[in-house]
Nanobody
Framework: QVQLVESGGGLVQPGGSLRLSCAAS????????IGWFRQAPGKEREGVSC????????YYTESVKGRFTISRANAKNTVYLQMNSLKAEDTAVYYC?????????????????WGQGTQVTVSS
């Protein structure tokens, strides 16, 4: 059974850091584009970052560039999203997703496996 499980969310003060994990079971993440998305209350889902399967090239939405880093740990079948210098506007439920493509970014509709999400709240 193909499954993605996110973890690492929580409450953090502005300027703080969190590392989200996306662990896969039932398939090998190496061969998939992995994306991180977020959805804040009352807002549409937003693509945050993705990492290509073939060459590890990464993509970030403008608002997180220089603050977030996506990476793979293939031996652990896990993808991470390191989030630094967090801001209140980063508050959202964060989801990871997998797509059988080589390169990203790609349309959200191309992702066919999604995790259940993890809440990130940035507040003092």
């Amino acid at each position: 059974q193909v499954q993605l499980v996110e973890s690492g969310g929580g409450l953090v003060q502005p300027g703080g850091s969190l590392r989200l994990s996306c662990a896969a079971s039932g398939f090998t993440l190496d061969y998939y584009v992995i994306g991180w998305f977020r959805q804040a209350p009352g807002k549409e889902r937003e693509g945050v970052s993705c990492i290509s399967s073939s060459d590890g090239i990464t993509y970030y939405t403008e608002s997180v560039k220089g603050r977030f880093t996506i990476s793979r740990a293939n031996a652990k079948n896990t993808v991470y999203l390191q989030m630094n210098s967090l801001k209140a506007e980063d508050t959202a439920v964060y989801y990871c997703a997998a797509a059988q493509f080589r390169f990203c970014p790609i349309a959200p509709s191309a992702f066919d496996s999604w995790g259940q999400g993890t809440q990130v709240t940035v507040s003092s």
